[in-house]
């Protein structure tokens, strides 16, 4: 769900909505004032993308006693940068830092403007039941700051990146759990939480390097060194983080595959030559290529092909559904048509 005002009305429209959490007031003219909010409800949270131009935000005591909210927020930043207070504590946030906020407590925030002309905010809210027993002092912990040159800063960024495009297990209430663990983990953890702690640092972290080498898997540098050295683990952790899966080079290869299985099913595979398809995978001859491929799917490239061409003919005219890109779905659609 998408909110977008603008100008004077749309100022007033966002105080009116705000009123009962905050009092807001901006810092351009009220003509140039712009807000565009996106909200994605989760199982157990609820995910919001906020554009807006310089705006403070100041939640009082008032807003607290009359709100009844009792929840955390995670507020990555991702343009701009922003002051944040609550009692004592204060935080400067730039880009990539994370800010752990308590809404029972009085806070104040001063937001300016990156080169965009907005600041931009990804917030996860989180309801208290869900954090505060896994936090060593829960109502102490506002204003905490998750830079994002740490380790645990850039893994919990990206948790929530990989939330706000969909991949990290939005539909599952894991997906919360998860940042909250991953959040408590780097601002003090109480006793008794160690363990699962632990278990979702370890999950997001393979996680992470999984849509790593996703959108890597076409680079010749995607090395276990360069992934060591991108996640700083060393290579006895990155080994043990894919062992589930086979290990890292078997892991590598079948994402290479499944890339070679895409590139079969689609028009511009037509006419690309087997031999080439295989370097580009990075195998060392197609002979080596066509006996993996067959392993993974029991079906050779050129099968592959020839099913594929024949779904086209079928649909010719007909505007037929595309194949699927999840490769043993599709390899299960092109024989089934």
Do not use: W
């Amino acid at each position: 769900m998408e909110q977008f005002t603008a100008g004077e009305r749309g100022l007033k429209q966002f105080l009116e909505a705000t009123d009962e959490i905050c009092d807001v007031r901006s810092t351009v003219a009220p003509e140039t004032f712009r807000n565009i909010s996106t909200g994605m409800p989760l199982s157990g949270g609820l995910l919001i993308d906020a554009r807006t131009t310089p705006v403070q935000y100041e939640r009082t005591a008032r807003h607290i006693a009359r709100g009844g909210i009792d929840h955390y927020q995670l507020a990555m930043y991702l343009d701009g940068e922003t002051e944040f207070a609550a009692g004592r504590r204060s935080a400067h946030l730039r880009v990539g830092d994370v800010c752990l906020i308590d809404m029972a407590q009085a806070n104040s925030t001063r937001m300016k403007a990156g080169a965009s002309g907005v600041s931009r905010v990804l917030t996860l809210v989180v309801p208290r039941a869900r954090l505060a027993p896994l936090l060593a002092a829960p109502d102490s912990m506002s204003a905490s700051v998750i830079a994002a040159d740490t380790p645990a800063g850039r893994l919990l960024g990206e948790h929530l990146l990989a939330l706000r495009r969909g991949e990290a297990r939005a539909d599952n209430s894991t997906a919360v759990d998860d940042a909250a663990r991953l959040v408590a983990s780097a601002v003090g953890f109480a006793g008794g939480a160690e363990a699962a702690i632990k278990g979702a640092a370890t999950g997001a972290l393979a996680a992470a390097i999984k849509r790593h080498i996703e959108a890597e898997i076409e680079a010749p540098s995607l090395t276990a060194e360069t992934l060591c050295k991108r996640f700083g683990i060393s290579r006895t952790q990155l080994y043990r983080l894919l062992e589930p899966d086979g290990g890292l080079y078997r892991y590598i290869r079948e994402r290479r595959l499944d890339r070679a299985f895409r590139r079969l099913m689609s028009p511009a595979g037509e006419g690309v030559r087997l031999i080439d398809l295989a370097f580009e995978s990075y195998f060392s001859s197609d002979n080596t290529f066509i006996r993996a491929f067959r392993h993974r799917f029991g079906i050779t490239p050129g099968e592959v092909r020839e099913l594929a061409m024949a779904r086209v003919q079928n649909d010719n005219g007909r505007n037929g559904a595309a194949l699927s890109f999840d490769p043993v779905a599709a390899l299960r659609q092109l024989a089934e048509g």
